[in-house]
């Protein structure tokens, strides 16, 4: 599975567990504009935290912040490099 | 020892002496695994871990005040030993003074391992009870958060604070039900207190309901309690054990 797959299965199956109803989950789809709430974000990362090992937001400047799913992934694609590095 | 118990892992802070070590042996004896942080070991600490049944009781070296290597240190534990289910922040320093004339840099140790490090500690390690779906924080506070002690406002503070971060962080992760609670010791007997003068403990003696200052046993036993199944719908709350001296 890609990293872009996991991202997009787990914010899926955090959403279904939370009861949050989400529309189809593409690169351009902007997270605050659904209902994704910030408990699900942190759910998110610990989830992907444990499958990938990386954390990206304890490096991460305030201005870094993720606006859309594909923000998202490129995030975890950065911090893969890294650790990969 | 090569025998592993299956129980609920949880991690105690400032486990190698007093009101810790006496919470890790409790935790021990009613079926949780400990992982016991500390700088170092200490013999009442291996005893402990001697005496624990089927080798529940595990030392980990940790210093809290790095807080850079505490994701690290997470992540080991879970490693190690798997998933966390409990994490009880009780690792502190007392040091006293007068504000005025307490160095600026003994304050900003205070803040550093009392207040900062138990909540950087506690934000690695919830992850792995939100994904879990079930976890148990307890932070240890003090009486002296909220009725104030000569020499002591610093400390108070830093005690203070982990009330406020344990109902905010009640209301941040309950719907993933991890609970979180913190007790509230009185003076009790452990090395925290030995600067106290024969006289200053009976004057605290005197000055509570019974008459007797808590033990580290009482304290134990209170985070045991708020670790169990018995407290499932007890969160955001402070369980003071203090033998009434605050009645």
Redesign the interface.
Known sequence: MSLRSTVHAEIAAVAAE?EKRMPPITDDLVMLETEFDS?CF??L???M??LT?A?PF?EMEADDLPVTVGDLVALYDRAAARKAA | MTEIREGRLVVVTGASRGLGLAMASTLAAEGFRVVALARRPSEALEAACEVAPFGAIRFMAADLGEIDALQGLVQRIKAEHGPVYGLVNNAAIGTPGLLTTMPAKKISELVHLNTVAPMVLTKYLARSMMTAGAGRIVNVSSIIAFTGYNALSVYAATKASMIGFTKSLAREVGRLGVTVNAVAPGFIETALTEGMDEAERSRVANRSALKRLAEPQDVADAVAYLMSEKARNITGTVLTIDAGSTA
Request: proline content about 0%; cysteine-free; charged content about 35%.
């Open positions: 939370q408990l942190a759910l990362v610990a989830r935290e444990d090992g954390d304890s």
